[in-house]
């Protein structure tokens, strides 16, 4: 199963790569009001069981694919509404 | 209007962090079949006019987010099914 997994600078917390993504594209001539920049990580996982997997990847952002302190994560599995 | 962009690494690029995070989630008990690392942008746009919108994004990616060379890109407007 396929599992996609959006990590995000957690509101209130720096995030230099969206400042340099706005100000870059302010500079190309584009207006944007806001920018923020985090990561994509999507899973190939051997679990057909959804429960199971989404418990694994839960677990997986907060040991290795996260830092909880300052990123939140967002799991969506493969047939996801 | 807000816009997501999902940037990934084209296929038969190499993904080194995605080879860091599947053998760090091996390492950690997890077994994970594959790991592709990509970068998430969301986007605060001023316009209302979808198509106005996203054409704008997509020449943003081609001018600064992604590198076309090697990333390829998937724009998602709010309000998309």
């Known amino acids: 199963m396929k ?8 509101a209130g917390i ?16 584009f207006v944007v009001r806001k920018a923020h ?7 190939e996982l051997d679990t057909t069981d959804r429960e199971q997997a989404r418990a ?3 677990k997986m ?3 290795l694919i996260a830092n909880p302190l300052i990123e939140s994560y967002e799991i969506t599995l493969e047939g996801d509404a």
């Open 14 to 29: 720096l995030d230099p790569q969206g400042e340099a993504v706005q100000s870059g594209l302010g500079h190309l001539g």
């Open 56 to 58: 694994a990847v839960a």
């Open 37 to 43: 920049v985090g990561r994509l990580v999507e899973l």
């Open 3 to 10: 599992a996609t997994v959006l990590v995000r600078p957690k």
């Open 61 to 63: 952002c907060d040991q």
